[in-house]
């Protein structure tokens, strides 16, 4: 969905590096999300906020942070990078306001190999 | 939310009518069917959700059993750009996360 972008699309880096994943939207949306996809496997939960000054914990969220700079972006930073984050990273967004039944748009993805 | 069971895999004719079964038998009251595809790595797209009634949108219908036990997706007129893995969740209108499943890889063939 074009509302909601991720930056950068690949990357490339080595143990130990401090990455940053950056998600956009324009949809307006309140709530924001950070899931990542293994091979073969679904997707899952690594960090949630309702409103800016709300961050929650998902199933993974171990050696990962986040940080929600404003409504309309959420950033998740790897603080040193191992092979087993190698995985595509999936920022999503939703609304629960207004009658909304919470339907989550995603992003395109980022694609990260940690070497 | 209640677990979603679909087939790994089905093949459809372009231009055919492509249905795709989901059974969810736990489903709770509050709980919708939602429905969402992804082509190859690329971010999941949503496609429908309903709680009780069927539903229709510019892409796809949505039929859901009297009992709520089991839902149909239905996508009228398939292309190949059609061919994807489609994920039928169930979950509470106000939950955190979607969990995805295995899916139905979907082929569509020419």
């Known amino acids: 969905d074009a509302d909601v972008t991720q930056t950068p699309r690949n990357r490339i880096t080595k143990t130990g590096k401090r990455i940053m994943l950056e998600c956009s939207q324009t949809?307006?949306?309140?709530?924001m999300y950070w899931y990542r996809q293994d091979p073969g496997l679904g997707l899952r939960l690594i960090y949630y906020?309702?409103?800016?000054?709300?961050?929650n914990k998902g199933e993974i969220s171990d050696g990962y942070s986040v940080s929600r700079q404003a409504q309309a972006k959420f950033s998740l930073s790897l603080e040193s990078a191992i092979p087993n984050q190698t995985a595509l990273y999936f920022c999503?967004?939703?609304?629960?306001?207004?009658?909304?039944?919470?339907?989550?748009?995603f992003g395109p993805g980022t694609r990260l190999t940690v070497l | 939310d209640a677990k979603t069971t679909q087939p790994p895999s089905m093949d459809c004719a372009e231009g055919r009518a492509a249905n795709l079964p989901c059974n969810h038998s736990?489903?709770?009251?509050?709980?919708?069917v939602y429905w969402y595809r992804q082509i190859h790595s690329q971010g999941p797209q949503y496609i429908i959700h309903?709680?009780?009634n069927n539903e229709t949108n510019e892409m796809a219908s949505l039929i859901i059993t009297e009992d709520r036990k089991s839902s149909t997706l239905i996508l009228p007129h398939a292309t190949l750009r059609d061919t994807a893995v489609y994920y039928c969740?169930?979950?509470?209108?106000?939950?955190?996360?979607?969990?995805f499943g295995g899916g139905t890889r979907v082929l569509v063939k020419p």
């Open positions: 999503a967004t939703s609304d629960l306001r207004f009658g909304g039944t919470d339907t989550q748009y």
């Open positions: 969740i169930v979950r509470a209108a106000a939950g955190n996360k979607l969990t």
């Open positions: 736990t489903i709770s009251g509050n709980e919708y």
């Open positions: 906020s309702f409103d800016v000054k709300d961050i």
């Open positions: 949809k307006g949306h309140d709530r």
């Open positions: 309903g709680l009780k």
